[in-house]
């Protein structure tokens, strides 16, 4: 089967390539907020922005019912820029982080966000600030699985949570500081896989076991997996909900009063629904290979070059496409860097790809890219972030428009002599 894509979400991929420029995010509102369906049965859905932030991706979500995480003061400041309360029961906004820094440790005190903390030291910062306030953990159980080694956020080597041997005694610090440990956290990896998101199940039992019955709620984290390969099966979130649901529930035996159950994926609920559309501005032949060259590179979508990760591809014929031959080609973009290349394996192996005969102007979709996309852009290279498009109901809205040079220098100075 050629892979061709013509449209997206009902739209022309031509119409918006020429409307909106290359390179362009486009997102199908409709996908993610069948995602957030999908979780359902969890009680709170909480979203963790990292994914894709821009502010009517957040907007979306909130109407969708789920709440947010936030990493940053940015990512605070964005969900309170979405209609994200700062206060509420469960709380809107979680600041989920390893630490502070200066502007997030203001933003969590004045704006009264909910923080989750990721080391002793957080308890402490907060805790001399707004004692008497109710806080969360977020655990590391001793062990974490990822897509690759950089996702993988649990075990010795990774720098995330409060190591599982030291619950009592950060117990013992919030206690001292008169603040509540009212939940618990376990996120162990992105792109996990469903026999190692069950062993977080054992390992938050066995933590919250040991937190005590203070705790109100816990939460599964992220990391629920996004179909990108054909021959990735999707997960069953009815049966990931059942594995949670029996833990909460000797939990709740145990602690004798209910205890809420979260879910807090970033990929999962965006993944799919992203788009990037690129315009091929060569196809070069280098000995026996022949690459595609774009406008888009590692400076607006850099999981391959960073993590080897596979994004599925099609071409936007001009025509109908039909009659086309395929060939095994390398994608690449415009950057003076040898690794922009869209086809690569992790260790920065390049591969090919088996895609329809194309021409120059014409367009190639990457697909998949609705999380960890824009997010992970850069300015390298001067090149300017790309435009992001949201498409709702059938009509597409420009939800950020394509920077400029003036936005790329914005704030430089050259010294007056
Ligand atoms: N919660 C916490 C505490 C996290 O650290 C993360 C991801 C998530 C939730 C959401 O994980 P998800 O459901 O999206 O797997 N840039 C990488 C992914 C890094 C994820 C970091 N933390 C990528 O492109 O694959």
């Avoid at 013509?6 to 995010?25: D, H, K, N, Q, Y």
């Avoid at 000995?287 to 960073?306: E, H, S, V």
């Avoid at 936005?407 to 010294?415: A, F, V, Y």
Wanted: proline letters at 6%.
């Amino acid at each position: 089967m050629p892979s061709f894509r013509s449209e997206i979400a009902g739209v022309s991929v031509v119409e918006l390539a020429r409307r909106f420029g290359t390179p362009t995010f486009v997102y199908d509102a409709a996908a993610v907020r069948r995602r957030i369906a999908d979780l359902a049965a969890f009680d709170t859905v909480r979203y963790a922005q990292k994914a894709c932030s821009n502010l009517a991706v957040l907007d979306l979500v909130r109407r969708g019912g789920a709440l947010v995480d936030a990493v940053s003061a940015g990512e605070i400041r964005r969900a309170l820029a979405a209609g994200f309360p700062p206060v509420g029961d469960p709380p809107p906004i979680v600041y989920t982080a390893d630490v502070f820094d200066a502007e997030s440790l203001e933003l969590c005190v004045d704006r009264e966000i909910h923080v989750n903390c990721g080391s002793p030291e957080m308890i402490d910062q907060l805790g001399a600030r707004a004692p008497g306030r109710g806080i969360t953990l977020r655990i590391n159980p001793g062990f974490g699985h990822g897509e690759s080694r950089k996702t993988n956020t649990g075990g010795e080597q990774s720098k995330h949570g409060i190591w599982h041997g030291q619950i009592d005694e950060c117990l013992d610090r919030a206690e001292r500081l008169r603040l509540s440990i009212d939940g618990l956290h376990i996120h162990v990896g992105s792109g996990v896989d469903m026999e190692h998101l069950s062993r977080v199940c054992g390992a938050m039992e066995r933590a919250a076991a040991e937190a005590g019955p203070t705790l109100r709620y816990i939460s599964a984290g992220g990391g629920l997996p996004a179909v990108y390969r054909p021959t990735d099966s999707p997960v069953d979130p009815a049966a990931y909900f059942t594995l949670w649901d029996a833990a909460r529930k000797r939990l709740e035996q145990r602690f004798g009063h209910p205890l809420r159950l979260e879910i807090e994926p970033g990929r999962y609920l965006t993944a799919e629904s992203g788009y990037l559309i690129a315009e091929i501005r060569a196809v070069k032949r280098q000995g026996q290979n022949t690459f595609y060259l774009l406008d888009a590179g590692f400076n607006n979508l850099a999981r391959p070059i960073l993590y080897g990760s596979y994004h599925p591809m099609s071409i936007a014929p001009a025509d109908d496409g039909a009659g086309r031959g395929e060939q095994e080609v390398i994608v690449g973009g415009p950057l003076c860097e040898s690794g922009d290349i869209f086809t690569q394996e992790e260790g920065g192996f390049v591969s090919t790809r088996r895609l329809p005969e194309a021409k120059v102007g014409e367009y190639l979709v990457i697909e998949c890219v609705g999380a960890y996309g824009f997010v992970m852009g850069s300015n390298y290279n001067s090149k300017p972030l790309a435009a992001e498009v949201l498409i709702d109901a059938g009509r597409p809205h420009l939800v950020r428009r394509r920077q400029t040079f003036e936005d790329l220098i914005r704030g430089e100075e050259i010294p007056k002599p």
